[in-house]
């Protein structure tokens, strides 16, 4: 593929590092001359010192002949206006934005619901633009996630599908502690399967004969249900989230907050409706030293506690009871903050934490503050663009913890040359796993085995080697290219 990045910052390099890793043509473009200086050094691509909202511009760096554009710019405005000059001429080309005004993206999204009908077919996107970015929505749906999930660990979910991989690292005494893994069966009952494991750090694709130890990190998927039994085994427990703290009233907690909690707008008759739900029965404090963020939360939010008050403040935090709390999610703008913060606030007695930290480089140094979720706001960001630029038959990416190794949702396209066969026939151990696999006009997915088949419209969740990926997904691919 031809790719032209708008926007060299730290997603940009990011986004860059990764497809060119994956053997993509990609261009760059920057009107800050040291930082393309930087980007020259660092990376095999080619460099443009310009603004990247110039048609003439984009034409010299070979638009015309490009699969998409990506507009990563510290600008909305030039974001959104490359995208629509773009699509004015080369109307064939994805084009991707970045949007950080939230008002932005939630009247895009409106207009977009508003009018279905309008925007099907050959109708144009809104501004030019195929698909909408906005860090803050894709980081404060990975903390709720980890939220409903019991905020063991970063988990990953699929569809409506109660099949998911969690990451849990076995603990002293464990049951698991010294077996192979091909002896799991024999310890746990729960159908399961081992994803990946991670060893000092580093993330690879499990082998039945690698034996586990205490300390290593294990990547399981399992049904929701069996969770709390396989934790147990490893040495963990799944405790109940009764009483949630959120640090931090800006964007991204509010949006938490609003998943968490119903707004004052509902109607009387929907709240007395709720009252029973769990998500009432959960109680929520919310936090921020800024008094009119306090305030708009505490206007916004009727089933919550709002104070406005200093979270680093340790007579303030027991005044309000923080260390009996069973989570606390650290969702503040300062990042670094937010890792001390978690790991203080567990130190109080908090029995869970989840922050949001800038990067996956950041988030094994949470881990290693005892943080038990991390959600990494610039890779989120990434594995959402990279999603869409993998082509329909891909619904999502996930990168995993280090970023060695990549979960991938696809659907089995039409003439693909695997399709019929059994996993097993199609194995190549070390490189890719096939993890999950929901037949065509079914609900569910199951856990695959050497004997299941795969057929054309399957949905599957593999895991791959990040170098790898480009590969698997044309080795899955279709031969009517």
Known sequence: MRIVIVGAGFTGIQLAKLLINEKNNVVVIDNDEEQMRHVSNRLDCSVMIADGNSLETLEEAGIAKADALVCLTSSDEVNMITCSLVDAVYPDILKIARVRNYAYYVN???????????????????????????????AADAIVQAVENGAISNVFSFDDSEMQIFRVTVGEGSAFAGHKLMEIRNICKEPMLVSYVEIDGESALPDGHTVMEAGYTLGILAAKSSIPKILELCGSKQKELKKIAIIGAG????????????????????????????????????IDSDAQLAKNAADRFANAEVCNGDATDEIFLRE?????????????????????LAAYLESLGVKQSISLVTS????????????????????VVVDSIMSHLRGKAVKEIHTVSTGDLEIIECILPVGSKVSGKKIREIADPG????????????????????????????????ISRSDYSTKVLEFFGSNEE
Request: hydrophobic content about 45%.
């Open 320 to 340: 309000e009871g923080i260390p009996d709390f069973d989570l606390a999610i650290c969702a503040t703008h300062n990042h670094e903050l937010n890792m001390v």
């Open 360 to 379: 996956s480089a950041f988030a094994a140094i949470a881990e290693k503050l005892g943080v038990d979720v991390t959600v990494a706001l610039r890779d």
């Open 251 to 286: 964007r991204i907690g509010t949006l938490v907050a609003a998943k968490l909690v119903q707004p004052k707008q509902l109607s009387m008759i929907k709240k007395l409706a709720e009252r029973a739900s769990k998500k009432i029965q959960q109680k929520l404090l919310i």
């Open 108 to 138: 895009t999204a409106e207009a977009k619901k508003s009018h279905a009908n309008t925007f099907v077919g050959k109708h144009r996107p809104l501004y030019g633009i195929d698909y909408m970015i906005h860090p803050d929505v894709e």
């Open 431 to 462: 490189n890719f796993l096939v993890l999950l696999d929901r037949h065509s006009g079914k609900d569910e997915y199951e856990i695959v085995t050497g004997e299941s088949v795969i057929s054309t419209g399957d949905h599957l969740v593999l």
